[in-house]
């Protein structure tokens, strides 16, 4: 079968980084990491696991951001190669292992990424597993599986980005029959931003501010919403396809930081003050009560501690490897800043269950819907194109895309 594969050596990851400079389509050229290949089917790896035939499979910032070789080198240990992309899946169950228990061949699925020790056969298990929140499992790289945080970041599970690949029973979400594939391949994606919603949950009247309106931005307000939060967002976003879709979501404010000065408006809308120190940028004392930085970069997250009004809480979801932060405005105001990565268990309607299973309900009651944000679908033999869109979303007028499998 065809997989659309990431392989690491340093040879392509020296050259890809250089000739990237003068060619961005070097990042998806023969000399580069990605390339589709032919790999075999893969096979049960034990009674707990299932063979998933790929449906849809999401495009994620993630994947681009190992193509275009912008992860911090910091995750390396934690990924093995070569691996088959595709996290964000609607598959269909193919096999099922012996000791596999209420899903049968048929049924749609789709997963939970992370390979926490559940997964890895990790008999003790560390703290955050035990606490429900395995995305920040601290045995990626342990067990018996190769190292890799989620599926489609692991040599040994393979993606969605191929036309089988395997999961382990605890990572399997059964699809309710009214949902299409379409709504559970944007279930991970919603997730990544529902769950830090859920963790810093805003309060009634606050001041909300959204940093990017992207795939996730665009869900942390979707998801303010649909949980029936009554409190004002404000979301900066450059795009304006993204900027329309803020205000669809329920963005009350939408900030166009290259036509307008973010610090006025901002300081209109959350009644803050503006002070301009000699050589440093503008900062606003009594601004946004949380801010959601969906971005990540050194820009934004500066940007966030210098809107942030005292005592408020910044949540950090967008991943880049950054240059300089300036924390001054974290000890002057007081800041709490919590960092997030995927999704665990939540308490919803007084009840623990996983993130998913809250995004799927939400789902089922019309309170959310995410698939009109998915503007392009590609076959997989369509990588290289999928590639360049996703490095222009703009110029492309991209929001979210998919591989669609359903030929392979
Ligand atoms: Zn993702
Ligand atoms: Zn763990």
Known sequence: MKAVQFDFSVARYAYTRIASRFNPREYYGPRSCV??????????????????????????????????????????????FPFTFGHENASVVEEVG???????????????????????????????????????????????????????????????????????????????????????CMIENLCSALYPVMRAMPEEGENVLVMGCGPIGLGVIASIRALGVKCHITAIEPAELNRCK????????????????????????????????????????GGFDRIFDCVGSTDTINLSFRLAGGGATMVLIGIQVTGKIDWTPVWMKGLRVIGNLGYGEVVYEGERTHCFNV??????????????????????????????????????????????????
Not at 109 to 117: A, F, N, S, Y
Not at 275 to 281: A, D, H, N, V, W
Not at 364 to 369: A, H, S, T, V, Y
Request: proline fraction near 5%; glycine fraction near 8%.
């Open 35 to 80: 390339s589709l290949r032919d790999v075999p089917e893969p096979r049960l790896r034990g009674p707990e696991w299932l063979v998933l035939r790929s449906v849809f499979s999401g495009f994620c910032g993630s994947d681009l951001g190992a193509i275009t070789l912008h992860d911090s080198p910091t995750t390396q240990p934690f990924t093995s």
């Open 98 to 184: 012996n000791s596999v228990s209420g899903v049968s061949v048929g049924q749609r699925v789709t997963i939970i990424p992370p390979l926490g020790c559940r997964v890895r056969g990790i008999e003790t298990m560390c703290a955050p597993c035990r606490s429900g929140y395995n995305a920040i499992c601290e045995n990626f790289a342990e067990g018996n599986l190769s190292p890799g945080t989620n599926t489609g970041f692991c040599r040994d599970t393979g993606g969605g980005w191929s036309k089988y690949y395997l999961a382990h029973e605890s990572q399997i979400v059964k699809i309710p029959e009214s949902l299409t594939n379409e709504q559970a």
């Open 246 to 285: 803020a205000k669809e979501k329920g963005a009350d404010e939408v900030i166009d930081p290259s036509s307008e000065s973010i610090y006025e408006r901002a300081s209109k809308i959350a009644g803050g003050k503006i002070y301009k120190p000699i050589l440093e940028k503008h900062i606003l004392m």
């Open 359 to 408: 995004a799927i309900d939400l789902i089922l009651k019309g309170k959310i819907d995410m698939t009109d944000l998915i503007t392009h679908r590609f076959s997989i033999e369509e990588y290289k194109r999928a590639v360049e869109v996703n490095t222009n979303k703009a110029k492309y007028g991209a929001i979210k895309t998919i591989f669609d499998l359903t030929d392979q």
